[in-house]
């Protein structure tokens, strides 16, 4: 049975820093790339960055967002510094065979989300 399940999100000010975490299970981790999505409350769910053998940014994150993985723990990252109201949403990660890619209904698998609010 796949499993995504993602942690690490929270209330945050702006200017501060949060780091998700997505524990996968169920498949071989190696051979999949992982992807960070989120969706804001009325929007549509929007690519973030995605890792394979290198990692991808959407412009509005690069530079303050990390994407990380380690194989031995199956386990995806995002550090998000330098947070802003705008990246309020719920954040998802997500598993597609092979190279990573920007497009959503690219990824297979998809874990539940957490919600991650940039609010003073």
């Known amino acids: 049975q796949v499993q995504l399940v993602e942690s690490g999100g929270g209330l945050v000010q702006p200017g501060g820093s949060l780091t998700l975490s997505c524990v996968a299970s169920g498949f071989t981790f190696g051979s999949y790339a992982m992807g960070w999505f989120r969706q804001a409350p009325g929007k549509e769910r929007e690519f973030v960055s995605s890792i394979g053998t290198r990692a991808l940014y959407h412009q509005s994150v690069r530079g303050r967002f990390t994407t990380s993985r380690d194989d031995a723990k199956s386990t995806v990252y995002l550090q998000m510094n330098f947070l802003k109201p705008e990246d309020t949403a719920v954040y998802f990660c997500?598993?597609?065979?092979?190279?990573?890619?920007?497009?959503?209904?690219?990824?297979?698998?998809w874990g539940q989300g957490t919600q991650v609010t940039v609010s003073s």
């Open positions: 997500a598993a597609r065979y092979g190279e990573y890619s920007v497009v959503d209904v690219r990824y297979e698998y």
